[in-house]
C-alpha cells in the first residue's frame, strides 16, 4: 500500500463514521470479563478513564505485537531511587543520556534513539526538566518500544515512556512516605483518598502532595520541590462519568554542571562527586500547572465515546547554568583541546516559558464475528503548544584548571540583559486515525493502523523557520497463540518527526521518518512461575538532523546524516522459583550504524552502550519471627559508548551494585534501607548534551543510602 492509498484508506474509514475520537486517548489497565457472541473471554481491558499507552480497544497483553513493560509501584519502591523514574534503567536498551544539570528531569536513550515522555498519553512540556510529572502523582510507568505514531503521532521512533498519574480508588485510605539519605536529602508525601464524598459513592476524591529538599554529594547543589494534585471523579450514571485534576508544582535548583573529559575520554582525576563545579549564583526557578479533565459516555451496550481535554501552563527562569566546556572561539585563546585540563565557564541566562492546549474525541466499539470479539477505534484531536525561550550570553571566563580547585574560586558573573528569544514556537497539531483489532481465529490477532498528522510550526528566534507537514504513518501486527502458554508476534510500524532547524547556506531541514521491523515472542513455563518475552529489532531513520560539528559556540546549524539504522536484540524474565524469591533478568544489545550519507566524519549513530544487563533479586521471609521481611539486590551494566563526533573513542563501561532490605512492622508502618551503587563506582551517567569530549558531561551518582518510612491507614 503506497502512501496516496493509505490516505484514500483513512478518508473512506472517517467518512462512514460520524463520530471523531481522541488523540493520546487510551486506558488504565483492569483486568475483567467480556462476552461477544455468547464467548467468554478475560481481557486485559480499557478502564473507564483513559491514561495508558494501550487498550484504546481490549486487548490481552500476550496479543500485543511489540515490546511494552508496565512498571508498577512495588517494582519502583523496592529500587528505592530518589527520583522513581531512575527505576527504569534496568530495562534492556534503555539508558540515561542527559540529566540537565541536576533538575529532576532526565532523558532516555530506548533502543539508541531519545524517548518520548508522555503524562497520562499525551505529550507534556518538558523542556528544560520544568514540566514533569511528581512522582507523588504518578501510579506506574509504561514503556513500549518502537515507532508508536499510531497512537500518537509526530513522536521519536525509539519509544515511549508514559507516566500513568493516580486516580481515585473505592476504599478510603491515607497513605504517606518520608525518605531520608546521608547527603541531607528529606522528601515526604502523602496520599489521600475518599471512596465516597458526601456520603456517596458516586463520587470519590484523591489527594497526592510531596514536599522534597534534594542534596548531593558536592555542598551547595539541591533540588527543592512542592507538589499536589487532587483529583475527583463523579459517576453521574451508569453509563456516564468524569474525572477532573488540577497538578502544581513547584521546582527550584542549585545546580552542578556539566565538564569536558580528556583525550581518551576519560574523567580527570579531580572531577569528583563531591566538587561543585557550577556558579555560586546558578539557579533555576521552575512552576508548572497542568489541568486535566474528561468525560466518558456507554451507549448501544457496545459504544464508548471519550472526551478529553486539558491546559498546561509552565515557566522556567535559570541562570548560570551553562556547562564548564574547553573551547573558546575568536579570541586567540585555545580552541577545542580535549587533550588538557583547561576549561572555561559560560554564563547564561534565560527563561522557558509554554502553554500547551490538548482536546480530543475518541468512540470506540466491538462486535462479534466468526465466533470471536473484533474491536475498533476512530479519533480526531487538536494540540497547540506556545513555546518562548529568551536566551541570554553574559560572556566567558576562564581559562580555569580541571586539575586544580580554582573552580571554586572564581567570582560569579554579573546578571546581564536577556536578548531576543532564541526560540519563539507555535505549532498546532490536528490528528485523525483508525485503528482495529480483528480476530480470525481464537489463536492469532491482527493489530492494525492508520493515522493522518497535519502539523504546522512557526519558530522564531534565532531560528526562523515555517514548518507545515502532513504525513501519514502505519502500523500493522499480528500475534499468533503456538500453545496456550507461548505466542510468537512480527510488527511493523512507520513514525515521521518534523524538525526545526536551518542548513549552513539557510535551507531549512526537512522531516525526519522512520520505519520499524520487530519479531519476538511471550510466554511461560510451570504455571507461569517463570515469564519471558523476548524481541529482535531493526529501525531505519532517514533524515536525521545532527548539530553541525563545524559550528561557532554562536551558531546553531544542523546537519541531516542520511539513514541511521540501529537493530538489536531484547530479552527480559521473570523467575519466581518458589513463592517467596523472585529473580528479575534483563538484556539488551545494540547495534547502531550511519548507513548512508556524505560528508559525515567521525559522526556515529549513537552513543547509547552495545550491551545493557541487569538482575534483580528479593526474597521475603513468609513465616517466623522475621515474617515480613524482604531484602534483595541487584546488578547493572552498561557497556562502552561511543563518543559522539568521535567514532574511534569509548566512554568507559560500568558494572554498578545494589541492595534493599524492607521490614513490614505492621499496614501502618514499613521501613525499608536501599544502598545504589553499592561499590562507589565513579562513571559518566550523563553524556548527551552533543558536546562530545568538549562539554556536557555528567558523573553518576556516589553510593548513596536511602532510608525509607512508609505506610498506609
Do not use: C
Amino acid at each position: 500500500m503506497n502512501k496516496f492509498d493509505r490516505i484514500a484508506f483513512l478518508k473512506y474509514s472517517l467518512l462512514n463514521v460520524t463520530s471523531a475520537a481522541a488523540f493520546l486517548t487510551h486506558a488504565s489497565i483492569g483486568w475483567a470479563q467480556l462476552a461477544a457472541d455468547d464467548i467468554d473471554e478475560e481481557i486485559f481491558v480499557a478502564g473507564r478513564f483513559q491514561q495508558s499507552l494501550i487498550n484504546r480497544i481490549p486487548i490481552t497483553q500476550r496479543e500485543l505485537p511489540y515490546s511494552l513493560a508496565v512498571i508498577d509501584r512495588e517494582f519502583l519502591d523496592e529500587r528505592g531511587s530518589i527520583r522513581a523514574i531512575d527505576a527504569l534503567q534496568n530495562l534492556p536498551n534503555l539508558t540515561i543520556s542527559r540529566d540537565f544539570n541536576n533538575t529532576g528531569t532526565v532523558e532516555f536513550l530506548t533502543r539508541g534513539y531519545f524517548a518520548t515522555v508522555l503524562v497520562n498519553n499525551r505529550v507534556q512540556n518538558a523542556g528544560l526538566g520544568a514540566g514533569f510529572r511528581d512522582d507523588s502523582f504518578v501510579e506506574r510507568y509504561e514503556v513500549l518500544k518502537g515507532p508508536a505514531s499510531i497512537s500518537l503521532g509526530p513522536v521519536l521512533p525509539g519509544g515511549i515512556i508514559n507516566s500513568v498519574t493516580k486516580s481515585p480508588e473505592a476504599n478510603t485510605f491515607f497513605a504517606y512516605e518520608l525518605v531520608f539519605d546521608q547527603f541531607g536529602t528529606v522528601m515526604g508525601e502523602v496520599d489521600v483518598n475518599a471512596g465516597s464524598v458526601f456520603n456517596s459513592n458516586k463520587i470519590r476524591a484523591r489527594l497526592s502532595a510531596a514536599y522534597r529538599n534534594v542534596n548531593f554529594d558536592a555542598d551547595r547543589v539541591s533540588r527543592e520541590a512542592f507538589a499536589i494534585r487532587p483529583v475527583v471523579e463523579i459517576d453521574f450514571s451508569d453509563k456516564t462519568s468524569s474525572q477532573f485534576s488540577v497538578s502544581y508544582r513547584t521546582l527550584d535548583t542549585v545546580p552542578n554542571v556539566g565538564f569536558p573529559v580528556l583525550q581518551d575520554a576519560s574523567v580527570p582525576d579531580s572531577i569528583t562527586t563531591d566538587r561543585f563545579l557550577s556558579y555560586p549564583n546558578a539557579e533555576t526557578d521552575n512552576s508548572d500547572v497542568f489541568v486535566e479533565g474528561q468525560v466518558v459516555h456507554e451507549f448501544l451496550d457496545k459504544l464508548k465515546l471519550t472526551l478529553r481535554g486539558s491546559y498546561q501552563n509552565t515557566d522556567s527562569d535559570y541562570v548560570n547554568t551553562a556547562s564548564l566546556g574547553n573551547y573558546v572561539y575568536d579570541d586567540g585563546l585555545p580552541g577545542v583541546a580535549p587533550g588538557n585540563t583547561i576549561a572555561y565557564a559560560y554564563a547564561w541566562r534565560g527563561a522557558y516559558q509554554s502553554e500547551n492546549t490538548f482536546v480530543d474525541a475518541q468512540l470506540s466499539g466491538s462486535f462479534g464475528l466468526a465466533g470471536q470479539r473484533q474491536d475498533y477505534v476512530i479519533g480526531a484531536s487538536y494540540v497547540a503548544n506556545d513555546i518562548l525561550r529568551p536566551f541570554g550570553f553574559d560572556g566567558t571566563f576562564g581559562p580555569f584548571d580541571l586539575s586544580t580547585n580554582d573552580l571554586e574560586n572564581r567570582v560569579a558573573p554579573p546578571l546581564g540583559t536577556q536578548t531576543d528569544p532564541f526560540v519563539d514556537d507555535e505549532s498546532t497539531l490536528y490528528s485523525v486515525y483508525s485503528e482495529v483489532a480483528l480476530r480470525p481465529t481464537g489463536w492469532l490477532t491482527v493489530l492494525t493502523g492508520v493515522r493522518l498528522d497535519d502539523l504546522v510550526v512557526k519558530s522564531g528566534g534565532t531560528r526562523a523557520t515555517t514548518t507545515d507537514e502532513q504525513d501519514v504513518t502505519f502500523r500493522i501486527g499480528a500475534t499468533a497463540a503456538v500453545t496456550e502458554d507461548f505466542s510468537i508476534y512480527a510488527s511493523f510500524a512507520e513514525s515521521f518527526i518534523p524538525q526545526s532547524g536551518t542548513i549552513r547556506g539557510g535551507n531549512a531541514i526537512g522531516p525526519e521518518s522512520a520505519a520499524s521491523y520487530e519479531i519476538g515472542f511471550k510466554g511461560s513455563l510451570f504455571s507461569d512461575r517463570i515469564s519471558f518475552n523476548g524481541a529482535l529489532f531493526n529501525t531505519i531513520r532517514s533524515n536525521v538532523a545532527t548539530n553541525d560539528p563545524s559550528n561557532n559556540i554562536d551558531e546553531f546549524f544542523v546537519l541531516p546524516i542520511g539513514k541511521q539504522r540501529n537493530r538489536g536484540v531484547e530479552i527480559s524474565s521473570d523467575i519466581r522459583l518458589f513463592k517467596s524469591l523472585n529473580v528479575n533478568l534483563n538484556y539488551g544489545f545494540l547495534d547502531a550504524d550511519i548507513v548512508s550519507g556524505e560528508d559525515l566524519g567521525n559522526l556515529v549513530a549513537s552513543n547509547a552502550p552495545r550491551h545493557t544487563f541487569s538482575t534483580f533479586a528479593t526474597y521475603e521471609v513468609g513465616a517466623g519471627a522475621l515474617q515480613g521481611l524482604k531484602f534483595g539486590g541487584g546488578l547493572r551494566f552498561n557497556g562502552k559508548r561511543a563518543v559522539l563526533g568521535r567514532s574511534d573513542i569509548f566512554y568507559d563501561s560500568v558494572f554498578l551494585a545494589d541492595l534493599f532490605a524492607a521490614y513490614r512492622v505492621n499496614d501502618g508502618l514499613t521501613i525499608q534501607v536501599n544502598a545504589s551503587n553499592l561499590t562507589n563506582k565513579s562513571y559518566l551517567e550523563s553524556t548527551g548534551d552533543g558536546g562530545g569530549l568538549g562539554f556536557g558531561n555528567q558523573l553518576g551518582q556516589p553510593r548513596t543510602v536511602i532510608l525509607t518510612v512508609r505506610g498506609r491507614f
